[in-house]
């Protein structure tokens, strides 16, 4: 089964708003994305968490914070945004084979509109 | 810096018949995965085929196969027998091997006619 949820998959929120996105995936891979999306547009990586650790970020906003309680779950959380920041955001994951690249799995993404 | 180039944004095929995308990349590195990827409107990214660089045979997935040219840096994707399920953005995407990071094209929209 290779299938990656997230929840909620439309979110609309004021600036000056909390929020939160969730992904999981349950298989038992150790690697994690989340990418920014807008229309037309290929994705762009904004955070790579292997073995719960972050270890890449893309120089992204600190009003993005990304957060991995297990290796299940992946958690974007979500501060003070801007109207710009509206995008669909994409999670992904792969198996995190240490020291090689493998095939990344996407979830069907979250639709945020910041008003 | 790795890039993938996609110079067709919008294509279009009849129903049942082929049709061919074309990718280029620029790389350095000898030791990578190349990766077609499909977006329906419905939005999520699918995983089309995958073919590793030190693989001399084209990867095949039922319609769907890749005419995989490393000298060259091209990687095209050629979907048979077309349907109407097969309209979608279509990216193609690079990964060194010892990296975790994809690196995507600009897509090419596919419209599939009867």
């Known amino acids: 089964d290779t299938e990656v949820t997230q929840t909620p998959k439309h979110l609309v929120m004021g600036m000056t708003n909390k929020k939160s996105l969730k992904c999981e995936q349950h298989m038992g891979h150790r690697a994690m994305y989340w990418y920014k999306q807008k229309a037309k547009k290929p994705p762009e990586l904004m955070f790579v968490?292997?073995?719960?650790?972050?270890?890449i970020n893309e120089s992204v906003p600190s009003r993005f914070s990304p957060e991995c309680p297990n290796s299940s779950l992946l958690n974007l959380h979500l501060h003070a945004l801007q109207p710009e920041d509206s995008a669909l955001y994409l999670c992904?994951?792969?198996?995190?084979?240490?020291?090689?690249?493998?095939?990344?799995?996407f979830g069907p993404g979250t639709r945020l509109t910041v008003l | 810096a790795q890039t993938v180039t996609q110079s067709q944004p919008e294509m279009s095929v009849q129903e049942a018949e082929t049709v061919t995308l074309s990718c280029t990349y620029d790389?350095?590195?000898?030791?990578?995965?190349l990766f077609w990827y499909k977006q329906p409107p419905s939005r999520q990214m699918i995983l089309v085929i995958r073919q590793e660089a030190y693989k001399q045979q084209n990867a095949t997935e039922n319609r769907f196969s890749v005419n995989f040219q490393k000298a060259a840096k091209s990687f095209s994707l050629k979907i048979s027998d077309s349907q109407l399920g097969d309209a979608a953005m279509y990216f193609c995407?690079?990964?060194?091997?010892?990296?975790?990071?994809?690196?995507f094209g600009t897509g090419t929209r596919l419209q599939v006619t009867l």
């Open positions: 995407a690079y990964n060194r091997r010892t990296a975790s990071k994809l690196t």
């Open positions: 968490y292997s073995y719960e650790k972050l270890s």
């Open positions: 992904a994951s792969s198996q995190g084979s240490q020291g090689r690249a493998d095939t990344q799995y």
């Open positions: 790389t350095s590195e000898s030791d990578y995965y």
